[in-house]
């Protein structure tokens, strides 16, 4: 059952959210002045203007080190299950994720945190499981990044299900599993209902689409472009429908340069990922990344430098506010049902987006003006 109250349900047929806001640089890996402070001050500003703007949601990353170079990307980052509360605690409409690495939290305290929250949200929180790829972030907790993949999804699938166990019965329960062996387990008070809260994988293995088919409300995947992307769509949802019967939406993530012309968003673009990319940060960004994810495709790595400097790798969505609303449109007629966004400065930016873009997306009848939106 779908909760009402979650704006990931509501009726906008192309949501849209704000992913890595949390961190130092965001998804920008650049030296610019500007680039982005993940203070508290910031992401509190930035959540209340998406609230009003009708932004579906934030996405943070769950990053325990940052990526060295000068600017060390991502090293400082706001721990996402207390700042999805205390987002949630401000804010009136918007659904807030809290990214969470199945290995470093006990299912049972997850549990109890994520019921908290969604409490205290009246139903807006959601719940982005990560089932492990940074080898350095596992060796700083002193765990072992299971070599082999297969384990590590069945390792999330086993700390899931005891969650949502927890979370579906009211009587004290034992628990005897590969990884986990608990007595008289229960969680009170459960998740306000009705359902439970939306539930997103962003992995692009074969472990990681299948565990989404089989648990998830949202699959996150990285696309290359949307031609490749619709044939990737529709392969997900026709596993999902296949093997368990179950409707998955798929969505992507992108990084925004929104400017009145083409030529000033090509320009701070070079200006941000190229002149001044963190060079160093970029490498091991990219070096992480193609050891021990599989969200890229190896032989792209390369070619994909630059679009890592400007956004994490992800697809960049750069132009005057017709082209990166045809971007948009172009991304959803491929199936997506979403997408989130990044800007290197999310404050100084999003207005600009939401003035221009937001009203060419209504325009297409892929969204609603925020104002009619369900308060
Ligand atoms: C939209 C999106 C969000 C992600 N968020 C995180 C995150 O916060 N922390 C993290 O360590 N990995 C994150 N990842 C990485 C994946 O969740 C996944 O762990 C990684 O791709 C390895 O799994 P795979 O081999 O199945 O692709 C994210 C990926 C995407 C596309």
Redesign the pocket.
Known sequence: MHRPLNAMFNQNAFKLGL?SPNCSGGMAVTTVPERWDASWANNLQLAQLADREGIEFL?????WTGYGGETDFQGDSLETVTWAAGLLAHTRRLSVFA?A?ASFMHPLLAAKQFATIDQLSGGRFGL?I?????QPEYAMFGLNLPGD?ATRYRYGQEWWEVIKKSWETTAPFDWDGEFFQLRGARCSPQPIGPGLPPLMN????Q??REFAARNCDFL???MINPEQGRDEVARIKALAKAQFERELAVFT?TYVVCRPTQREAEEYHQHYAVACADTAAVERLMQLQGMY???FPQDMIDALRVQFAGGHGVYPLIGDPDHVANELARIHAAGYAGA?LAFVNYLEELPYFAAEVLPRLEARGLRMPAAALPE
């Open positions: 992913f996405l943070p990353i769950a990053r990214t690495h982005n990560v089932c492990g790829w940074n993949h962003a992995g692009s293995s472990e990681g996150f995947t990285v993530t994810a599989q969200s989130t």
